[in-house]
């Protein structure tokens, strides 16, 4: 991507000290061949001074073909983009760390046709793409649970409405979302029911200690008949005897859903929990959104097919 001013953004006369994102320039710099993108996927998924798992030699590689490295101790062949968000694709690699920048960047979340159109390719292979870079974040965003097992968690069942979908009965949805210092996670749920909630917030928040929420309805999801654990306490003025907490449940909640309904109005049922994961991804690193961009291209976990959507939302398929 020709896209270099010949020095730092930081000196550039149009420089905003403020702007607290990664700039195309940024990008273009460090990212200006599919060789520098491939190089740093190689890097990031194997360049930890861990034995190779073939000899046990040191990792050290050479390059053999374009997607594919040689170790030197035993010449084993990698391949740094099998299984990750780049798994099989035939697009340059620039364009798809050119892609994230934009769903680093952007407030309002990004659909498949800016990228066909910005990136002059396929609808087909733009929706590719973006529905492999929402799979990707939300795989990053289970690396860190927002809570420890133990810690207590904050818990809110929502009712979504006018979820597009093209079978009418899908148009509504459930969320559970949880909380704590600031950071939110969510998981479209079945049916509202004592079992979904309690399922979700298990996979969620493995280990989860005490759940308190301010909503009657939520706290009546999940004070079950006295037979199961996941309890939570009732709590309608939280927010009033904490005035230095910020409730992140509802400023999530604004921030997905002008977007949803303007940006992506025809995001089916079945593929909510992924859009969810996108703006969740964002909105954790709100306060510190510089770092965003480099999160997403920090790690590059192995996506699987099926294993990425969380089991208690696998109920519709009518994509
Ligand atoms: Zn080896």
């Not at 953004?9 to 990664?22: A, K, N």
Request: proline share 5%; aromatic share 12%; with cysteine.
């Amino acid at each position: 991507m020709p896209f270099n001013l010949g020095y730092p953004s930081s000196q550039s006369r149009f420089f905003r000290p403020g702007y607290h994102g990664t700039s195309l320039q940024e990008v273009a710099m460090r990212f200006s061949t599919d060789d520098a993108c491939i190089e740093h996927v190689m890097q990031t998924r194997f360049a930890q001074e861990l034995p190779c798992e073939e000899c046990g030699g040191v990792r050290r590689w050479s390059r053999r073909t374009s997607t594919q490295y040689a170790l030197r101790c035993c010449g084993a062949v990698v391949s740094p983009l099998a299984g990750t968000v780049f798994h099989h694709t035939k697009l340059p690699l620039r364009l798809w760390f050119y892609a994230m920048l934009h769903f680093a960047n952007s407030h309002a979340g990004v659909n498949s046709g800016f990228l066909e159109r910005h990136l002059g390719i396929s609808y087909r292979a733009a929706f590719h793409m973006a529905h492999r870079i929402r799979l990707h974040l939300a795989a990053l965003e289970r690396m860190t649970p927002i809570a420890t097992p133990g810690q207590t968690v904050e818990v809110r069942v929502e009712n979504l409405y006018r979820i597009r979908s093209d079978t009418s009965g899908h148009n509504r949805a459930n969320v559970l979302l949880a909380a704590r210092n600031g950071r939110v996670a969510c998981q479209v749920i079945g049916v509202s029911r004592h079992r979904s909630v309690y399922k979700a917030i298990a996979t969620m928040v493995p280990g989860h200690g005490d759940l308190h929420t301010t909503c009657y309805r939520t706290a009546r999801l999940f004070s079950d008949y006295g037979s199961r654990l996941p309890q939570a306490t009732y709590l309608p003025t939280y927010y009033i005897d904490h005035p230095n907490e910020i409730d992140a449940i509802k400023g999530f909640m604004s921030y997905f859903l002008w977007p949803l309904q303007t940006h992506h109005k025809y995001v089916s049922h079945s593929y909510l929990w992924l859009y969810l994961s996108e703006f969740q991804f964002r909105y954790n690193r709100r306060n510190h959104s510089a770092q965003t961009y480099w999160d997403i291209i920090g790690a590059f976990p192995i996506l699987t097919s099926q294993g990425d959507m969380p089991v208690s939302t696998a109920t519709t398929k009518d994509h």
